[in-house]
């Protein structure tokens, strides 16, 4: 027995990736479960500019997919057995800037602009056989269904810089971002998979959460340059 494992400090597994996904060491129960990830994403991106007389306009957005289907495995008891785990998840996320700016070649710089960002989400995380060995059973499968969770932010924000000459200049900005976070979901006992749709089935327990945040961050700077190379 490592007393330093008894005693919850923290221990290097040195061992390759095919030594830890076996998980053969004698102290621990081998993984006899399949442990493969089938991931996939795409996503697209915009970039636009538009040059007028003293100011440019840009525009810059994306949106993402990410598709997460992945089987593994915990250990459980101190490593006396293994239980394995499906997780399966939906991204979707789209961000938009917009923003404008000085082009010109004075010693005043500017630039404002807005933010946004979104992402919409269902996931799913399950252990088999934690809670009931056998199929069947309620407690079978022992999950986390999230459908949906939802994350949105918006900010705007500000920055002037003016150059005294070329080796001294100020700087003034500010940035006020606001959040929203939450997620709609329960805490599952079933029986055969994770539908959860057979007599006795458990999914009575809520695990709604949602929060909301804001926060104005600044920015007050002075830049000199001692020599060109500094």
């Not at 709604?208 to 600044?218: C, E, G, H």
Request: with cysteine; aromatic share 12%.
């Amino acid at each position: 027995t490592n007393p330093n494992v008894n005693a919850g400090i923290p221990q290097l597994i040195d061992q390759s990736t095919d030594e830890l996904l076996a998980v053969n060491q004698p102290a621990f129960a081998p993984v006899n479960s399949s442990t493969e990830r089938d991931n996939s994403t795409w996503g697209i991106m915009g970039d636009f500019r538009y040059d007028f007389d003293g100011f440019a306009l840009n525009y810059l957005g994306s949106y993402r997919e990410f598709t997460r289907a992945e089987d593994a495995a915990v250990l459980a008891a101190g490593g006396n057995f293994v239980v394995p785990t499906r997780f399966d998840g939906e991204y979707k996320q789209n961000s938009h800037e917009v923003r404008l700016s000085t082009n010109g070649s004075g010693p005043l710089k500017a630039q404002a602009g807005l933010y946004y960002f979104q992402e919409e989400s269902a996931v799913g995380f399950y252990l088999i056989g934690a809670l009931a060995p056998a199929p069947g059973t309620n407690g079978y499968i022992f999950g986390f269904p999230q459908d949906p969770t939802k994350a949105e932010s918006i900010a705007g924000f500000g920055q002037v810089t003016y150059a005294v000459n070329d080796d001294l200049s100020f700087t003034a900005g500010v940035r006020h971002s606001k959040d929203d976070k939450s997620r709609v979901g329960n805490t599952v006992f079933c029986s055969v998979s994770s539908a959860c749709d057979q007599p006795g089935d458990d999914t009575s327990t809520i695990n709604n959460a949602d929060v909301s945040f804001d926060k104005t961050t600044w920015r007050l700077g002075v830049d000199y340059d001692l020599s060109d190379n500094t």
